[in-house]
């Protein structure tokens, strides 16, 4: 059962920026295609960037492209979101999730329902 721990929220201002972090335990981090998603109040869940296991390839939300960037380091089990020229249109819970690969180093869709395990979530709160 692999277990999801999200860290690196809180309150910036328009513009800046933020990194969070998503730390795996309980699994073989490498058999696994991470993503992050976001929901804020009354929306439903948002894809916003995956990553394969390798980490060779990455997919982005149209609206987050060029801004954030996922990445991660298997030796850590850590799998990161790096959020720059930040908006208030991000402000949300931002949430790690997993999808058993086992030996397919490729992108899971970007369905909630696609993946197995979800992250607790940490709160992004951007001011205008």
């Known amino acids: 059962q692999l277990q999801l721990v999200e860290s690196g929220g809180g309150s910036v201002q328009a513009g800046g920026s933020l990194r969070l972090s998503c730390a795996a335990s309980g699994g073989t981090f490498t058999s696994y295609a991470m993503a992050w998603f976001r929901q804020a109040p009354g929306k439903e869940r948002e894809f916003v960037g995956g990553i394969t296991p390798t980490g060779r390839s990455t997919d982005y939300a149209d609206s987050v492209k060029g801004r954030f960037t996922i990445s991660r380091n298997n030796a850590a089990n850590i799998v990161t979101l790096q959020m720059n020229n930040l908006k208030p249109e991000d402000t949300a819970v931002y949430l790690c999730?997993?999808?058993?690969?086992?030996?397919?180093?490729?992108?899971?869709?970007?369905?909630?329902?696609?993946?197995?395990?979800w992250g607790q979530g940490t709160q992004i709160t951007v001011s205008a």
């Open positions: 999730a997993a999808d058993f690969r086992r030996f397919v180093d490729r992108l899971t869709g970007t369905s909630p329902s696609e993946y197995d395990y």
